[in-house]
Protein backbone atom coordinates (compact mmCIF):
# COMPACT_ATOMS: atom_id res chain seq x y z
CA UNK A 1 0.00 0.00 0.00
CA UNK A 2 1.07 3.19 -0.66
CA UNK A 3 -0.46 6.64 -0.29
CA UNK A 4 -3.55 7.76 -1.88
CA UNK A 5 -3.67 7.80 -5.62
CA UNK A 6 -5.84 9.97 -7.97
CA UNK A 7 -6.69 9.45 -11.79
CA UNK A 8 -6.37 12.22 -14.15
CA UNK A 9 -7.33 11.53 -17.55
CA UNK A 10 -5.64 13.88 -19.90
CA UNK A 11 -7.70 14.54 -23.23
CA UNK A 12 -6.52 16.66 -26.22
CA UNK A 13 -8.39 19.20 -27.82
CA UNK A 14 -9.40 18.28 -32.08
CA UNK A 15 -7.48 21.29 -34.14
CA UNK A 16 -8.56 23.03 -37.10
CA UNK A 17 -7.62 20.47 -39.70
CA UNK A 18 -9.58 17.46 -38.36
CA UNK A 19 -10.66 15.21 -40.68
CA UNK A 20 -11.39 11.59 -42.54
CA UNK A 21 -8.52 10.98 -44.64
CA UNK A 22 -8.45 7.05 -44.51
CA UNK A 23 -5.06 7.22 -43.53
CA UNK A 24 -5.35 3.93 -41.21
CA UNK A 25 -5.33 0.63 -42.75
CA UNK A 26 -6.59 -1.55 -40.19
CA UNK A 27 -9.02 0.70 -38.48
CA UNK A 28 -12.07 0.16 -40.23
CA UNK A 29 -14.01 3.26 -39.30
CA UNK A 30 -10.92 5.34 -40.58
CA UNK A 31 -11.09 3.29 -43.51
CA UNK A 32 -14.92 3.19 -43.87
CA UNK A 33 -15.23 7.13 -43.74
CA UNK A 34 -12.66 8.45 -45.70
CA UNK A 35 -13.81 11.36 -47.59
CA UNK A 36 -16.40 11.89 -45.53
CA UNK A 37 -17.69 15.70 -44.13
CA UNK A 38 -15.69 16.86 -40.81
CA UNK A 39 -16.36 19.14 -38.65
CA UNK A 40 -13.32 20.50 -36.50
CA UNK A 41 -15.99 22.86 -34.03
CA UNK A 42 -18.07 19.45 -33.58
CA UNK A 43 -15.10 17.50 -33.12
CA UNK A 44 -13.45 20.10 -30.81
CA UNK A 45 -16.63 21.06 -28.84
CA UNK A 46 -17.88 17.06 -28.65
CA UNK A 47 -14.21 17.19 -27.00
CA UNK A 48 -14.63 19.67 -24.49
CA UNK A 49 -18.01 18.54 -23.65
CA UNK A 50 -16.93 15.33 -22.59
CA UNK A 51 -14.34 16.31 -20.72
CA UNK A 52 -16.60 18.91 -18.85
CA UNK A 53 -19.59 15.98 -18.16
CA UNK A 54 -16.61 14.05 -16.38
CA UNK A 55 -15.43 17.04 -14.85
CA UNK A 56 -18.65 17.72 -13.29
CA UNK A 57 -19.18 14.33 -11.87
CA UNK A 58 -16.28 14.96 -9.80
CA UNK A 59 -13.81 13.12 -12.12
CA UNK A 60 -9.76 14.99 -12.20
CA UNK A 61 -9.30 15.91 -15.91
CA UNK A 62 -6.23 17.15 -17.90
CA UNK A 63 -6.71 19.25 -21.32
CA UNK A 64 -3.79 18.50 -23.92
CA UNK A 65 -3.38 20.66 -27.00
CA UNK A 66 -4.06 20.31 -30.47
CA UNK A 67 -0.60 19.72 -32.53
CA UNK A 68 0.53 22.36 -35.05
CA UNK A 69 -0.87 21.37 -38.27
CA UNK A 70 -0.11 21.34 -41.46
CA UNK A 71 3.14 20.06 -39.70
CA UNK A 72 5.09 21.48 -43.25
CA UNK A 73 8.45 20.74 -41.79
CA UNK A 74 8.09 17.35 -44.03
CA UNK A 75 7.00 19.44 -47.32
CA UNK A 76 10.10 21.64 -46.48
CA UNK A 77 12.11 18.30 -46.11
CA UNK A 78 10.92 17.09 -49.61
CA UNK A 79 12.41 20.13 -51.38
CA UNK A 80 9.03 22.17 -51.88
CA UNK A 81 10.34 25.84 -51.53
CA UNK A 82 8.28 29.03 -51.55
CA UNK A 83 5.49 30.57 -49.04
CA UNK A 84 3.90 28.11 -47.17
CA UNK A 85 0.90 28.40 -49.44
CA UNK A 86 2.77 27.96 -52.13
CA UNK A 87 4.49 25.05 -51.02
CA UNK A 88 1.38 23.23 -49.92
CA UNK A 89 -0.35 23.83 -53.54
CA UNK A 90 2.80 22.20 -55.32
CA UNK A 91 2.67 18.92 -52.85
CA UNK A 92 -1.52 19.21 -53.43
CA UNK A 93 -0.55 18.91 -57.04
CA UNK A 94 2.33 16.20 -56.95
CA UNK A 95 2.15 14.09 -53.42
CA UNK A 96 -2.31 14.57 -52.28
CA UNK A 97 -1.31 11.80 -49.79
CA UNK A 98 1.27 13.14 -48.21
CA UNK A 99 -0.64 16.73 -47.31
CA UNK A 100 -3.28 14.13 -45.78
CA UNK A 101 -0.70 12.74 -43.80
CA UNK A 102 0.55 16.30 -42.10
CA UNK A 103 -2.72 17.42 -41.65
CA UNK A 104 -4.29 15.21 -39.68
CA UNK A 105 -5.39 15.69 -36.02
CA UNK A 106 -4.88 12.19 -34.90
CA UNK A 107 -3.28 13.57 -31.94
CA UNK A 108 -6.60 14.25 -30.27
CA UNK A 109 -6.51 10.24 -29.69
CA UNK A 110 -4.38 10.76 -26.45
CA UNK A 111 -4.61 7.48 -25.47
CA UNK A 112 -1.46 6.52 -28.10
CA UNK A 113 0.52 9.48 -27.17
CA UNK A 114 2.59 7.71 -24.34
CA UNK A 115 2.64 4.94 -22.03
CA UNK A 116 2.15 5.97 -18.08
CA UNK A 117 3.73 4.09 -15.13
CA UNK A 118 2.90 5.56 -12.11
CA UNK A 119 5.29 5.87 -9.04
CA UNK A 120 3.69 3.11 -6.81
CA UNK A 121 4.62 0.76 -9.85
CA UNK A 122 8.19 2.23 -10.19
CA UNK A 123 11.04 0.69 -8.12
CA UNK A 124 12.50 4.29 -8.38
CA UNK A 125 9.24 5.59 -7.17
CA UNK A 126 8.89 8.15 -10.05
CA UNK A 127 5.68 8.30 -12.37
CA UNK A 128 7.38 7.50 -15.65
CA UNK A 129 5.86 8.95 -19.07
CA UNK A 130 7.51 6.74 -22.08
CA UNK A 131 6.24 8.79 -25.65
CA UNK A 132 4.89 6.75 -28.20
CA UNK A 133 6.66 6.49 -31.60
CA UNK A 134 2.87 5.34 -33.51
CA UNK A 135 5.61 4.08 -35.79
CA UNK A 136 3.01 2.36 -37.52
CA UNK A 137 1.05 5.28 -39.12
CA UNK A 138 3.21 7.79 -40.84
CA UNK A 139 0.32 10.62 -40.21
CA UNK A 140 0.55 9.56 -36.42
CA UNK A 141 4.36 9.17 -36.21
CA UNK A 142 5.32 13.23 -36.48
CA UNK A 143 3.02 13.51 -33.31
CA UNK A 144 6.10 12.27 -31.23
CA UNK A 145 7.76 15.36 -31.05
CA UNK A 146 5.08 18.08 -30.09
CA UNK A 147 3.97 15.07 -27.50
CA UNK A 148 7.19 15.07 -25.98
CA UNK A 149 7.86 18.60 -25.55
CA UNK A 150 4.25 19.25 -24.15
CA UNK A 151 4.44 16.56 -21.53
CA UNK A 152 8.23 17.38 -20.46
CA UNK A 153 7.04 20.73 -19.67
CA UNK A 154 3.45 19.61 -17.52
CA UNK A 155 5.38 16.90 -15.82
CA UNK A 156 9.06 18.80 -15.60
CA UNK A 157 9.14 18.57 -11.95
CA UNK A 158 11.82 16.15 -10.05
CA UNK A 159 8.52 13.25 -9.63
CA UNK A 160 8.34 12.51 -13.17
CA UNK A 161 11.14 10.91 -16.16
CA UNK A 162 9.84 11.80 -19.67
CA UNK A 163 11.45 9.58 -21.66
CA UNK A 164 11.68 10.24 -25.49
CA UNK A 165 9.94 7.91 -27.81
CA UNK A 166 11.64 4.62 -28.60
CA UNK A 167 13.69 4.86 -31.99
CA UNK A 168 11.32 5.24 -34.89
CA UNK A 169 11.70 1.69 -36.50
CA UNK A 170 9.30 -1.52 -37.09
CA UNK A 171 10.94 -3.47 -34.22
CA UNK A 172 10.12 -0.84 -31.88
CA UNK A 173 6.87 -0.19 -32.90
CA UNK A 174 4.57 1.37 -30.16
CA UNK A 175 1.14 2.77 -29.91
CA UNK A 176 1.33 4.14 -26.30
CA UNK A 177 -1.33 3.38 -23.21
CA UNK A 178 -4.08 1.66 -25.67
CA UNK A 179 -2.30 -1.60 -25.70
CA UNK A 180 -1.05 -1.19 -21.61
CA UNK A 181 -3.40 -1.65 -18.40
CA UNK A 182 -2.98 -2.08 -14.76
CA UNK A 183 -4.37 -4.10 -12.42
CA UNK A 184 -4.55 -4.24 -8.96
CA UNK A 185 -7.11 -4.31 -5.84
CA UNK A 186 -7.53 -0.89 -5.80
CA UNK A 187 -5.70 2.75 -7.19
CA UNK A 188 -3.78 2.91 -3.92
CA UNK A 189 -1.58 -0.31 -4.62
CA UNK A 190 1.20 -1.08 -6.78
CA UNK A 191 -0.08 -2.86 -10.08
CA UNK A 192 0.11 -5.38 -12.22
CA UNK A 193 1.32 -3.87 -15.36
CA UNK A 194 0.11 -5.56 -18.47
CA UNK A 195 1.48 -5.08 -22.03
CA UNK A 196 0.07 -5.98 -24.86
CA UNK A 197 1.43 -6.86 -28.00
CA UNK A 198 0.43 -7.72 -31.65
CA UNK A 199 4.12 -8.44 -33.50
CA UNK A 200 7.35 -10.02 -31.47
CA UNK A 201 9.39 -7.62 -33.79
CA UNK A 202 9.49 -6.28 -36.58
CA UNK A 203 6.62 -7.09 -39.69
CA UNK A 204 8.09 -10.42 -40.40
CA UNK A 205 6.88 -11.28 -36.78
CA UNK A 206 3.21 -10.43 -36.98
CA UNK A 207 0.22 -13.26 -37.21
CA UNK A 208 -2.36 -11.02 -39.02
CA UNK A 209 -3.12 -12.02 -42.70
CA UNK A 210 -5.35 -8.96 -43.26
CA UNK A 211 -3.98 -6.13 -40.85
CA UNK A 212 -1.05 -4.79 -39.67
CA UNK A 213 0.01 -5.40 -35.60
CA UNK A 214 1.22 -2.21 -34.36
CA UNK A 215 2.59 -3.06 -31.23
CA UNK A 216 5.70 -5.11 -30.79
CA UNK A 217 7.47 -6.82 -27.88
CA UNK A 218 10.23 -5.61 -28.23
CA UNK A 219 8.70 -1.67 -27.54
CA UNK A 220 6.96 -2.95 -25.08
CA UNK A 221 9.93 -4.59 -23.13
CA UNK A 222 12.16 -1.63 -23.33
CA UNK A 223 9.14 0.32 -21.73
CA UNK A 224 8.64 -1.79 -18.95
CA UNK A 225 12.78 -1.81 -18.58
CA UNK A 226 12.75 2.13 -18.13
CA UNK A 227 10.11 2.36 -15.95
CA UNK A 228 12.21 0.03 -13.68
CA UNK A 229 9.03 -1.78 -13.15
CA UNK A 230 9.36 -4.88 -11.17
CA UNK A 231 9.15 -8.27 -13.57
CA UNK A 232 7.00 -9.95 -10.88
CA UNK A 233 4.46 -6.92 -11.72
CA UNK A 234 4.81 -7.16 -15.33
CA UNK A 235 2.96 -9.19 -17.88
CA UNK A 236 3.32 -9.63 -22.20
CA UNK A 237 -0.37 -10.85 -23.31
CA UNK A 238 -0.03 -11.36 -26.91
CA UNK A 239 -3.15 -9.81 -29.10
CA UNK A 240 -5.82 -12.31 -30.90
CA UNK A 241 -3.95 -11.72 -34.59
CA UNK A 242 -8.49 -12.60 -35.49
CA UNK A 243 -9.39 -9.25 -33.43
CA UNK A 244 -6.74 -7.44 -35.22
CA UNK A 245 -7.97 -8.87 -38.81
CA UNK A 246 -11.56 -8.04 -37.53
CA UNK A 247 -10.31 -4.37 -36.95
CA UNK A 248 -8.98 -4.09 -33.16
CA UNK A 249 -5.97 -2.23 -34.17
CA UNK A 250 -5.49 -1.40 -30.48
CA UNK A 251 -6.42 -3.71 -27.65
CA UNK A 252 -8.52 -0.84 -26.06
CA UNK A 253 -10.94 -1.70 -28.36
CA UNK A 254 -12.00 -5.29 -27.17
CA UNK A 255 -10.33 -4.64 -23.11
CA UNK A 256 -10.47 -2.58 -20.74
CA UNK A 257 -9.40 -2.72 -16.92
CA UNK A 258 -9.78 -0.67 -13.66
CA UNK A 259 -8.69 -1.60 -10.75
CA UNK A 260 -9.29 -5.24 -9.85
CA UNK A 261 -11.55 -5.11 -13.22
CA UNK A 262 -11.23 -6.88 -16.59
CA UNK A 263 -13.87 -6.26 -19.35
CA UNK A 264 -12.83 -7.60 -22.17
CA UNK A 265 -14.05 -9.59 -24.99
CA UNK A 266 -13.28 -13.39 -24.70
CA UNK A 267 -11.69 -13.04 -28.32
CA UNK A 268 -9.31 -10.48 -27.32
CA UNK A 269 -5.93 -12.59 -26.21
CA UNK A 270 -3.88 -15.41 -27.96
CA UNK A 271 -3.84 -16.83 -24.79
CA UNK A 272 -6.22 -17.70 -21.93
CA UNK A 273 -7.26 -14.73 -19.90
CA UNK A 274 -6.38 -17.66 -16.86
CA UNK A 275 -2.95 -16.54 -17.16
CA UNK A 276 -3.66 -13.18 -15.50
CA UNK A 277 -5.59 -14.11 -13.04
CA UNK A 278 -3.24 -17.11 -11.85
CA UNK A 279 -0.31 -13.72 -11.79
CA UNK A 280 -3.13 -11.28 -10.29
CA UNK A 281 -3.70 -13.81 -6.80
CA UNK A 282 0.02 -14.96 -6.41
CA UNK A 283 0.55 -11.35 -5.92
CA UNK A 284 -2.71 -10.04 -4.04
CA UNK A 285 -4.03 -13.32 -2.34
CA UNK A 286 -7.16 -12.92 -4.28
CA UNK A 287 -9.22 -12.78 -7.50
CA UNK A 288 -9.18 -10.15 -9.97
CA UNK A 289 -13.06 -9.48 -11.42
CA UNK A 290 -13.24 -10.85 -14.83
CA UNK A 291 -16.23 -9.89 -16.98
CA UNK A 292 -15.40 -11.53 -19.70
CA UNK A 293 -17.54 -11.12 -22.89
CA UNK A 294 -18.48 -13.99 -25.23
CA UNK A 295 -18.25 -14.33 -28.97
CA UNK A 296 -22.16 -15.91 -29.13
CA UNK A 297 -22.81 -12.44 -27.07
CA UNK A 298 -20.88 -9.78 -29.25
CA UNK A 299 -19.05 -10.78 -32.25
CA UNK A 300 -15.86 -9.25 -32.90
CA UNK A 301 -17.49 -7.39 -35.77
CA UNK A 302 -19.69 -6.09 -32.79
CA UNK A 303 -17.48 -5.16 -30.86
CA UNK A 304 -15.82 -3.07 -33.13
CA UNK A 305 -18.48 -0.94 -34.50
CA UNK A 306 -19.98 -0.54 -31.34
CA UNK A 307 -16.86 0.40 -29.19
CA UNK A 308 -18.01 -0.89 -25.90
CA UNK A 309 -14.50 -1.92 -24.73
CA UNK A 310 -13.33 1.28 -25.60
CA UNK A 311 -15.76 2.93 -22.83
CA UNK A 312 -13.60 4.79 -20.02
CA UNK A 313 -14.52 2.78 -17.06
CA UNK A 314 -13.93 5.15 -13.84
CA UNK A 315 -14.00 4.61 -10.21
CA UNK A 316 -16.94 6.72 -8.22
CA UNK A 317 -15.85 7.82 -4.70
CA UNK A 318 -18.19 5.45 -3.36
CA UNK A 319 -16.58 2.58 -4.37
CA UNK A 320 -18.89 1.21 -7.83
CA UNK A 321 -17.43 2.27 -11.19
CA UNK A 322 -19.25 3.80 -13.92
CA UNK A 323 -18.96 3.21 -17.25
CA UNK A 324 -18.41 6.12 -20.28
CA UNK A 325 -19.33 4.62 -23.37
CA UNK A 326 -19.70 6.03 -27.27
CA UNK A 327 -23.67 6.35 -28.14
CA UNK A 328 -22.75 3.46 -30.94
CA UNK A 329 -22.99 1.09 -27.73
CA UNK A 330 -26.30 2.01 -26.59
CA UNK A 331 -26.95 2.35 -30.62
CA UNK A 332 -26.19 -1.52 -31.34
CA UNK A 333 -28.75 -4.00 -29.75
CA UNK A 334 -25.86 -6.51 -29.30
CA UNK A 335 -23.94 -3.73 -27.09
CA UNK A 336 -26.63 -2.43 -25.61
CA UNK A 337 -27.77 -5.99 -24.14
CA UNK A 338 -24.17 -6.60 -23.06
CA UNK A 339 -24.17 -3.20 -21.04
CA UNK A 340 -27.92 -4.04 -19.42
CA UNK A 341 -26.51 -7.01 -18.34
CA UNK A 342 -23.16 -6.14 -16.94
CA UNK A 343 -25.36 -3.74 -14.85
CA UNK A 344 -27.74 -6.17 -13.91
CA UNK A 345 -24.88 -8.95 -12.48
CA UNK A 346 -23.02 -8.69 -9.29
CA UNK A 347 -19.94 -6.70 -10.21
CA UNK A 348 -18.35 -3.05 -9.53
CA UNK A 349 -19.84 -1.16 -12.25
CA UNK A 350 -23.50 0.11 -11.55
CA UNK A 351 -23.58 2.62 -14.00
CA UNK A 352 -23.40 3.99 -17.33
CA UNK A 353 -23.61 6.87 -19.29
CA UNK A 354 -23.62 7.29 -23.22
CA UNK A 355 -21.48 10.08 -24.88
CA UNK A 356 -21.72 11.53 -28.60
CA UNK A 357 -18.24 11.67 -29.54
CA UNK A 358 -19.40 10.96 -33.29
CA UNK A 359 -16.80 13.31 -35.14
CA UNK A 360 -13.72 11.15 -33.03
CA UNK A 361 -15.43 7.93 -33.56
CA UNK A 362 -15.86 8.25 -37.63
CA UNK A 363 -12.07 7.79 -37.42
CA UNK A 364 -11.83 5.01 -34.79
CA UNK A 365 -11.44 6.75 -31.50
CA UNK A 366 -13.94 5.81 -29.00
CA UNK A 367 -14.16 7.72 -24.94
CA UNK A 368 -10.91 5.99 -23.98
CA UNK A 369 -9.07 6.43 -27.29
CA UNK A 370 -9.55 10.42 -26.28
CA UNK A 371 -7.68 9.99 -23.26
CA UNK A 372 -4.30 9.64 -21.54
CA UNK A 373 -4.58 7.97 -17.94
CA UNK A 374 -2.46 9.09 -15.17
CA UNK A 375 -2.15 7.97 -11.33
CA UNK A 376 -1.01 10.71 -9.49
CA UNK A 377 0.07 11.40 -5.87
CA UNK A 378 -1.21 14.65 -4.15
CA UNK A 379 2.52 16.01 -4.21
CA UNK A 380 2.83 14.96 -7.88
CA UNK A 381 -0.44 16.43 -8.45
CA UNK A 382 0.46 19.72 -6.60
CA UNK A 383 3.44 19.22 -9.20
CA UNK A 384 2.02 19.71 -12.68
CA UNK A 385 1.57 22.44 -14.63
CA UNK A 386 -1.49 23.66 -12.95
CA UNK A 387 -3.15 25.53 -15.97
CA UNK A 388 -3.61 22.15 -18.03
CA UNK A 389 -6.02 20.94 -15.26
CA UNK A 390 -9.61 21.49 -16.18
CA UNK A 391 -11.48 24.17 -14.11
CA UNK A 392 -14.94 26.14 -15.06
CA UNK A 393 -12.91 28.79 -15.73
CA UNK A 394 -10.79 27.09 -18.76
CA UNK A 395 -13.96 25.27 -19.73
CA UNK A 396 -15.61 28.97 -20.37
CA UNK A 397 -12.25 30.24 -21.94
CA UNK A 398 -11.80 26.90 -24.59
CA UNK A 399 -15.80 26.76 -25.13
CA UNK A 400 -15.37 30.28 -26.45
CA UNK A 401 -12.69 29.92 -28.33
CA UNK A 402 -13.90 27.09 -30.10
CA UNK A 403 -17.37 28.55 -31.26
CA UNK A 404 -15.92 31.81 -32.20
CA UNK A 405 -13.14 30.33 -34.50
CA UNK A 406 -12.71 27.10 -35.19
CA UNK A 407 -13.75 26.23 -38.59
CA UNK A 408 -17.43 24.65 -39.07
CA UNK A 409 -16.14 22.22 -41.50
CA UNK A 410 -12.54 21.22 -43.71
CA UNK A 411 -11.49 19.73 -46.51
CA UNK A 412 -7.72 19.94 -48.21
CA UNK A 413 -8.57 22.93 -50.66
CA UNK A 414 -8.64 25.25 -47.22
CA UNK A 415 -5.13 24.84 -47.34
CA UNK A 416 -4.56 26.54 -50.61
CA UNK A 417 -6.06 30.34 -48.41
CA UNK A 418 -3.22 31.73 -46.84
CA UNK A 419 -6.19 33.40 -44.24
CA UNK A 420 -6.69 29.49 -43.32
CA UNK A 421 -3.26 28.61 -42.83
CA UNK A 422 -3.06 32.05 -40.51
CA UNK A 423 -6.43 31.13 -38.73
CA UNK A 424 -4.49 27.35 -37.70
CA UNK A 425 -1.91 29.55 -36.14
CA UNK A 426 -4.02 31.68 -34.78
CA UNK A 427 -6.17 28.90 -33.22
CA UNK A 428 -2.59 26.54 -31.62
CA UNK A 429 -0.57 29.65 -30.22
CA UNK A 430 -3.78 30.84 -28.27
CA UNK A 431 -4.95 27.42 -26.97
CA UNK A 432 -1.20 26.84 -26.14
CA UNK A 433 -1.52 30.39 -24.09
CA UNK A 434 -5.10 29.59 -22.23
CA UNK A 435 -3.38 26.36 -21.00
CA UNK A 436 -0.51 28.30 -20.07
CA UNK A 437 2.24 26.59 -22.65
CA UNK A 438 2.97 29.26 -24.52
CA UNK A 439 6.58 29.60 -23.28
CA UNK A 440 7.20 26.28 -25.58
CA UNK A 441 5.45 27.39 -28.41
CA UNK A 442 7.62 28.08 -31.30
O1 LIG B 1 -4.47 5.59 -34.92
N1 LIG B 1 -7.31 7.09 -36.35
C1 LIG B 1 -6.57 6.69 -35.17
C2 LIG B 1 -7.51 6.24 -34.10
C3 LIG B 1 -6.82 5.99 -32.78
C4 LIG B 1 -7.69 5.35 -31.77
N2 LIG B 1 -6.99 5.18 -30.56
C5 LIG B 1 -7.14 4.13 -29.70
N3 LIG B 1 -7.72 3.03 -30.04
N4 LIG B 1 -6.60 4.26 -28.52
C6 LIG B 1 -5.56 5.58 -35.50
O2 LIG B 1 -5.89 4.73 -36.33
C7 LIG B 1 -7.56 8.04 -38.57
C8 LIG B 1 -7.10 9.26 -39.34
C9 LIG B 1 -7.72 9.37 -40.68
O3 LIG B 1 -7.97 8.37 -41.35
O4 LIG B 1 -7.99 10.52 -41.12
C10 LIG B 1 -6.71 7.75 -37.34
O5 LIG B 1 -5.57 8.12 -37.28
Avoid at 40 to 63: D, N, R, S, V, W
Avoid at 183 to 201: M, R, S, W
Avoid at 379 to 408: A, D, G, M, W
Wanted: aromatic share 10%.
Amino acid sequence: MNNTMTEVNFDCLAGPTHNFAGLSFGNLASMNNEKNYSSPKKAAMQGLEKMYFLYKKGFKQGILPPHKRPFMPILEQMGFTGTKQEIIKQALDNQEILVKNISSSSAMWAANSATISPSIDCSDNICHISVANLHNKFHRSIEAKQTYEVLKHIFSAKNFAVHQALTAHDIFSDEGAANHNRLCPNHDYQALEIFVYGKTAGLDTQKTLRYPARQSLLASQSIALRHKLNSDYVLFLEQNPLAIDEGAFHNDVVCVMNEQVILCHEQAFASNISLVKQRYEKLYKQEPIIIQISATDLSLQDCVSSYLFNSQLLSKPDGKMMLFAPMQTFNNPASAKVIKNILADNNPIDEVYYFDVSESMSNGGGPACLRLRLLLSSNELNNILPSVLFTEESYEKLRLFIESYYPQEFNLSYLLKSDFLQLCNFIHEEIFKILGLHRILN
